[in-house]
T-cell receptor
Framework: AQSVTQLGSHVSVSEGALVLLRCNYSSSVPPYLFWYVQYPNQGLQLLLKYTSAATLVKGINGFEAEFKKSETSFHLTKPSAHMSDAAEYFCAVSDLRNFGNEKLTFGTGTRLTIIP | ETGVTQSPTHLIKTRGQQVTLRCSSQSGHNTVSWYQQALGQGPQFIFQYYREEENGRGNFPPRFSGLQFPNYSSELNVNALELDDSALYLC????????????FGPGTRLTVT
């Protein structure tokens, strides 16, 4: 079974500082990996995805993530935090074997707070 | 391009009642998945529909059921509501055989009292 672990349920960074949100996955086969962002009282918006092409993936709003198979990690980073980045971030995994049933398994989320 | 829409936005029901939530998929998408997000948690997969048939179910009891219509829109039905069913219900659409990502609607907030 697949699983995702997000280390740190709450992360606070100063405006302009580096954002690092951690995600580790468990999967017996190569996975698809995703980061979604959720603003208060809204649905989930796709930030970026890894689908076995380039290991460094760039997404929207200046975010990027690096797939490291040896560490089973897919950490999300942004060089300089903006106030508008304050939100809940979810890492998710999908099993490549289950083509046709690509359910997403989510982590428990990381709430990012930006300090002015 | 029209995104995923859900209705209603909010709903309050009493324990034991039944509820129907609706979802319209993004234009060109043929697969709909439903997720339950309890407060402070990540979304949990309920089930997925493709070609009007259920295609995969998570760890949810049979009182959670769904439908998909020929235009790919979908309904989630929950019978015999329990207090623990209070959550944000998210619908996501995708393209079977296409890109693997799912696109989410804004959700329906269900409160069971």
């Amino acid at each position: 079974a697949q699983s995702v672990t997000q280390l740190g349920s709450h992360v606070s960074v100063s405006e302009g500082a580096l954002v690092l949100l951690r995600c580790n996955y468990s999967s017996s086969v190569p996975p698809y990996l995703f980061w979604y962002v959720q603003y208060p009282n809204q649905g989930l918006q796709l930030l970026l995805k890894y689908t076995s092409a380039a290991t460094l993936v760039k997404g929207i709003n200046g975010f990027e993530a690096e797939f490291k198979k040896s560490e089973t990690s897919f950490h999300l980073t942004k060089p300089s935090a903006h106030m508008s980045d304050a939100a809940e971030y979810f890492c998710a995994v999908s099993d490549l074997r289950n083509f046709g049933n690509e359910k997403l398994t989510f982590g428990t989320g990381t709430r990012l707070t930006i300090i002015p | 391009e029209t995104g995923v829409t859900q209705s209603p936005t909010h709903l309050i029901k009493t324990r034991g009642q039944q509820v129907t939530l609706r979802c319209s998929s993004q234009s060109g998408h043929n697969t709909v998945s439903w997720y339950q997000q309890a407060l402070g948690q990540g979304p949990q997969f309920i089930f997925q529909y493709y070609r009007e048939e259920e295609n995969g179910r998570g760890n949810f009891p049979p009182r959670f059921s769904g439908l998909q219509f020929p235009n790919y829109s979908s309904e989630l039905n929950v019978n015999a509501l329990e207090l623990d069913d209070s959550a944000l219900y998210l619908c996501a659409s995708s393209i079977r055989g296409g890109r693997p990502e799912q696109y989410f609607g804004p959700g329906t907030r269900l409160t069971v009292t």
